[in-house]
C-alpha cells in the first residue's frame, strides 16, 4: 500500500531558529500533499495544501512567511517553521493522496517543541 | 461550507461488544466522499473506511462497517467485536473536489475506549 515517510518524528529547537520537517511518499507519486497541525485532544487543522512544481495554498489565517513550504518533486514536501516561537510547539502532520478520491496516507507526524 | 460533526467527544464499550460512532455532515454537494480514520495513541492516522457518496451500498471492511444515509447527511462507523486495539480517537471526514485539488474536511473526533 501507499507509504508516506516524515521526518523528524521529533525534533526540540531554540526559540529563534528554523525547523524543517520533511514528507515523502515512498511508493507514488502525489502532485498534492496536505499539512496539518493538530493541538493536543483536538482535531487537524489544515495549514496549506502543496502542490508540485507551483506555490502552496495556505488556509486562511496561516502565516505564508513563518510556514515555508516547498514542493520540488513530485515525492518530497517539506515545511519549514522560520523563527520558531514557543506558540509553534505542536504535532506536526503531512498526508498524500495517490489519487482520485481514495483518502489519504498520512506520514507519521513531527513532534515540534520550541523552548 | 461543508461542515462534519461528530457530537461524541468519548466512548466506551466492553471489548467483544458492538459500537456505533455518529458523524453527520452539511454540504450541497451532490458527488464527494466520506472517511473514518483512526488515530491510536502512537498518532499515526490510519485510513478505516471509505464510501462513495453516489454508491448506496454501505461500504465494509472486516468488523468496520458505516450506515450512510445521504438525505439524511450521516455517516456513522459501527464496530462489530471491538478489541482493545480499536481504542483510539476516530475522525470522520469528508472529502470533495476543490479547483485546487482534493480538499478534506475532519470532524472534531470521538474518543473511543475499549475495556477488557
Known amino acids: 500500500g501507499a507509504v508516506v515517510s516524515q521526518h523528524p518524528s521529533r525534533v526540540i529547537c531554540k526559540s529563534g531558529t528554523s525547523v524543517k520537517i520533511e514528507c515523502r511518499s515512498l511508493?507514488?507519486?502525489?502532485?498534492?500533499m496536505f499539512w496539518y497541525r493538530q493541538f493536543p485532544k483536538q482535531s487537524l487543522m489544515l495549514m496549506a495544501t502543496s502542490n508540485e512544481g507551483s506555490k502552496a495554498t495556505y488556509e486562511q489565517g496561516v502565516e505564508k512567511d513563518k510556514f515555508l513550504i516547498n514542493h520540488a518533486s513530485l515525492t518530497l514536501s517539506t515545511l519549514t517553521v522560520t523563527s520558531a516561537h514557543p506558540e509553534d510547539s505542536s504535532f506536526y502532520i503531512c498526508s498524500a493522496s495517490s489519487g482520485g478520491g481514495y483518502g489519504y496516507t498520512f506520514g507519521s507526524g513531527t513532534r515540534l517543541t520550541v523552548v | 461550507a461543508q461542515t462534519v460533526t461528530q457530537s461524541q467527544p468519548e466512548m466506551s464499550v466492553q471489548e467483544a461488544e458492538t459500537v456505533t460512532l455518529s458523524c453527520t455532515y452539511d454540504?450541497?454537494?451532490?458527488?464527494?466522499?466520506l472517511f473514518w480514520y483512526k488515530q491510536p495513541p502512537s498518532r499515526q492516522m490510519i485510513l478505516v473506511i471509505r464510501?462513495?457518496?453516489?454508491?448506496?451500498q454501505n461500504a465494509t471492511e472486516n468488523r468496520f462497517s458505516v450506515n450512510f444515509q445521504k438525505a439524511a447527511k450521516s455517516f456513522s462507523l459501527k464496530i462489530s467485536d471491538s478489541q482493545l486495539g480499536d481504542t483510539a480517537m476516530y475522525f470522520c471526514?469528508?472529502?470533495?473536489?476543490?479547483?485546487?485539488?482534493?480538499?478534506?474536511?475532519f470532524g472534531a473526533g470521538t474518543r473511543l475506549f475499549v475495556k477488557a
Open positions: 454540504t450541497s454537494e451532490s458527488n464527494y466522499y
Open positions: 471526514a469528508f472529502m470533495k473536489l476543490n479547483t485546487g485539488g482534493f480538499k478534506t474536511i
Open positions: 511508493d507514488f507519486q502525489a502532485t498534492t
Open positions: 464510501q462513495e457518496a453516489y454508491k448506496q
